[in-house]
Nanobody
Framework: HVQLVESGGGSVQARGSLRLSCAAS?????MAWFRQAPGKEREGVAVVYTGGTRTYYADSVKGRFTISQEKHEPTLYLQMNSLKTEDTAMYYC???????????????????????WGQGTQVTVS
């Protein structure tokens, strides 16, 4: 019954910015962003545990993207700056309910171990 709805995608020129949002029907403690480009496998982008006190990013987006989620708030954000053409992909929001921050890590992202997924929002950089 948990629903995740992404928004904010669109077309933007290289070096431009976009902010993606993910509205969740309930609060979940571990949330992440993934993306998938045509002909490529899904890859993790970033993950955050409540309050933004612990975050992890893919090497390809470090320094350019920022994931955020206020503690006990249901909305997840992904601020994307200095966009590159290679950032073009369908972006997906994912979430998991856990009770230990030690479980919300990059390892979890690598396993794509999230119980809930959104429908995706397209980002095109030209």
């Amino acid at each position: 019954h948990v629903q995740l709805v992404e928004s904010g995608g669109g077309s933007v020129q290289a070096r431009g910015s976009l902010r993606l949002s993910c509205a969740a029907s309930v609060y979940l403690s571990c949330m992440a962003w993934f993306r998938q480009a045509p002909g490529k496998e899904r890859e993790g982008v970033a993950v955050v545990y409540t309050g933004g006190t612990r975050t992890y990013y893919a090497d390809s987006v470090k320094g350019r993207f920022t994931i955020s989620q206020e503690k006990h708030e249901p909305t997840l954000y992904l601020q994307m700056n200095s966009l590159k053409t290679e950032d073009t992909a369908m972006y997906y929001c994912a979430a998991s309910r856990i009770d230990d921050l030690g479980l919300c890590t990059w390892s979890k992202v690598e396993r794509a171990d999230f119980g809930y997924w959104g429908q995706g929002t397209q980002v095109t950089v030209s």
